[in-house]
């Protein structure tokens, strides 16, 4: 029995519950039984995945809470779970962290050595200090801090989504697994014909940008294209059509309403967002290579590339190890509008035998790398392995 916990949502958390999902089912395919403690408030969610059990540990503040009280309340995080663990009836063979960082780790190292249990760490990102509030002083940049350079290396056992946190933590004496994001491959439909040649060319963009995601520079692509979309267009899920009027680029103009080459749907279910990727043509990325760009890895490339959409997107992370230009995908070569200029002509240019290539070869990438069950084996040897502190 393994026993997954961390201040997440779930299973409807976004790509950090598809994360701790993916990882669970390669568990189960292993043989292990995993129950989940997630830091949500109570919820009537039941799971209905055999060899899979949810509890709600009430660990998170509400969205309204206030900056401060969120930081203070952090330094109770993981006093619900340790107690919800000392309960069980039955010690897990491993707990894997997700998140929680400093004030989990301080709590579950020592329960974790007490009972002889191994601690993994599932580590999914490095953030900039600019990303986090208060920058590089502020409480919550120390706190990922300490956590990411000393309880994670305490640990000793890491489970790294990106090449980046996987050579830092082999550097710091850990044993590591490097899992990317993965998902059930097997059961998720590809779409691997392509859209007739009378419209245009269909870009997706699916989740919130925040920070991280330069949606500015594709829109501002698109705008030095074809701004009224005749020939190419780009839908996105997620923000508000209010939301995306902030961007730079639309500023700039001094708009009111979204111009014809974007089409912004708002929230939709993960559900539907899966199907605005898969009736595109091509999804779109770019990041800066900056830190928390090489050590993440983004969870829309594998969704994309398994409903057989090409990726368009700049390397960050170890991308470059599953999109080839050409063939998954359209490489810019850096993260600028015009590199993105450059590769959304190129993708205008595309023929539709070109195009129906890239789709099953985006499928048979998926496939091949980012299916749970093609690592489970690996995973499993790395549990039965694990350094006990």
Known sequence: ????????????????????????????NAGYKVIIGSGQRSTNKKMEIPGMSLTSLDELPDKQTPLIKKAIRQLTWGGNTVAWLEGLSYRPDAIILAGGYSPYSKKLLPFCH?????????????????????????????NIELAMRWYHVRA????????????????RGCRTIRIPPTLDVQTTFARLDVNSGAGPLILAYTGLPGKKDLLNNVVEALLQIDPEGHHVRLVVAGPRPE??????????????????????????????????????????????????AQAGFPTKVPESLAVGTPVICNITSDLGDYIKDGREGLICRNESVAA??????????????????????????????????????????????????
């Open 1 to 28: 029995m393994i026993a997954y916990v961390g201040p997440f949502q779930f299973p409807d958390g976004g790509a950090g519950a598809r994360r701790v999902l993916g990882i669970s089912m390669s568990l189960i």
């Open 114 to 142: 007490h009972y002889k249990i191994p601690l993994i760490v599932d580590v999914v990102e490095w953030f900039q200090p600019a990303h986090l509030p208060g920058g590089f002083l502020g409480p919550f940049h120390l």
């Open 156 to 171: 000793r056992n890491i489970i790294p989504i990106s090449r980046c946190l996987e050579d830092y933590y082999c550097r």
């Open 243 to 292: 939301e995306l009027l902030r961007l730079a680029a639309l500023k700039r103009l001094k708009a009111t309403v979204l111009p014809g080459c974007v089409n912004a749907l708002g929230y939709v279910t993960h559900e539907r967002a899966l199907n605005v990727v898969r009736e595109a043509d091509f999804t779109v990325l770019l990041r800066p290579p900056l830190r928390y």
């Open 340 to 389: 993105c200029v450059e590769a959304i002509e190129r993708a205008l240019r595309l023929k539709p035998d070109q195009k129906e290539s890239m789709r099953q070869a985006a499928r048979s990438q998926a496939e091949r790398s980012f299916d749970f069950r093609n690592y489970s084996e690996a995973l499993d040897r790395f549990i039965q392995e694990a350094y006990l502190k």
